[in-house]
């Protein structure tokens, strides 16, 4: 059974910085792309930012230049480094591992881990 374990959420003001970690198997670590979703009361669930296994990123604009992943290979674990946060940035947070594989898309999600931001 997949399993990935995230932590890292809490309250924080405007302007602050948070880091979430989320880790997880070798297996799925070395082979899946690993990514951050966020989901926010009443909108749809949405990529935030995802890391290859060789290391190549992908941010969404709205946190282009605040957030960053990042991936330690030695302990199997991937980061969302969050700068400047807002109060929009106040969301659930999903660490996913997601691979293709011959046309076959396989999905793994975290447990969700609560980031607020409020003064």
């Known amino acids: 059974q997949v399993q990935l374990v995230e932590s890292g959420g809490g309250l924080v003001q405007p302007g602050g910085s948070l880091r979430l970690s989320c880790a997880t198997s070798?297996?799925?670590?070395?082979?899946?792309?690993m990514g951050w979703y966020r989901q926010a009361p009443g909108k749809q669930r949405e990529l935030v930012a995802a890391?290859?296994?060789?290391?190549?990123?992908n941010l969404a604009d709205s946190v282009k230049g605040r957030f960053t992943i990042s991936r330690d290979n030695a302990k199997n674990t991937v980061y969302l480094q969050m700068n400047s946060l807002k109060p929009e940035d106040t969301a659930v947070y999903y660490c996913n591992a997601h691979r293709t594989i011959i046309m076959q898309t396989f999905d793994y999600w975290g447990q969700g881990t609560q980031v607020t931001v409020s003064s």
């Open positions: 070798r297996s799925i670590f070395s082979t899946y792309v």
């Open positions: 890391i290859t296994s060789a290391g190549s990123t």
